[in-house]
Nanobody, 119 residues
Framework: VQLVESGGGSVQAGGSLRLSCATSGVTVACMAWFRQAPGKEREGVAGISVFGATYADSVKGRFTISKDNAKNTVYLQMDSLKPEDTGTYYC??????????????????WGQGTQVTVS
C-alpha cells in the first residue's frame, strides 16, 4: 500500500484548498484524512467508504471528502478555511469498511503528509 498526498499550501482565512491522495495497493476499504497541528495530537478529519462519508464536527459543512476509483485518488476539498485548520494533513487507509470512529490506532497505512497553513 502506498499513499502520496499533494495539494497543501498557504491560504488566507476563508479560502479553499483541495488535497489529493494517490493510492496504490488499496482494496475496498476506508480512506481517511487526518491532521496534526504543532504540539497537538493527530485527529481524524474525514473518512469515506462504501457506507458513505463521515466528518469531524469541526469541519462539517466546510470540508468534503470524495474519491475517484478510476484514478485511485481520494480528495479533500476544504472550503471556508480557518486558522485553526492549520496543520500537516495525512491520508490514511484501513482494510475494514467502517471508517468511524476516526482513531489513528485503527489505520495501518499512512502517507507522508502535506502542510496546510491558514493565516
Amino acid at each position: 500500500v502506498q499513499l502520496v498526498e499533494s495539494g497543501g499550501g498557504s491560504v488566507q482565512a476563508g479560502g479553499s484548498l483541495r488535497l489529493s491522495c494517490a493510492t496504490s495497493g488499496v482494496t475496498v476499504a476506508c480512506m481517511a484524512w487526518f491532521r496534526q497541528a504543532p504540539g497537538k495530537e493527530r485527529e481524524g478529519v474525514a473518512g469515506i467508504s462504501v457506507f458513505g462519508a463521515t466528518y469531524a464536527d469541526s469541519v462539517k459543512g466546510r470540508f468534503t471528502i470524495s474519491k475517484d476509483n478510476a484514478k485511485n485518488t481520494v480528495y479533500l476539498q476544504m472550503d471556508s478555511l480557518k486558522p485553526e485548520d492549520t496543520g500537516t494533513y495525512y491520508c490514511a487507509y484501513r482494510g475494514g469498511s467502517l471508517c468511524a470512529p476516526l482513531d489513528t490506532g485503527r489505520f495501518a497505512y499512512w502517507g507522508q503528509g502535506t502542510q496546510v497553513t491558514v493565516s
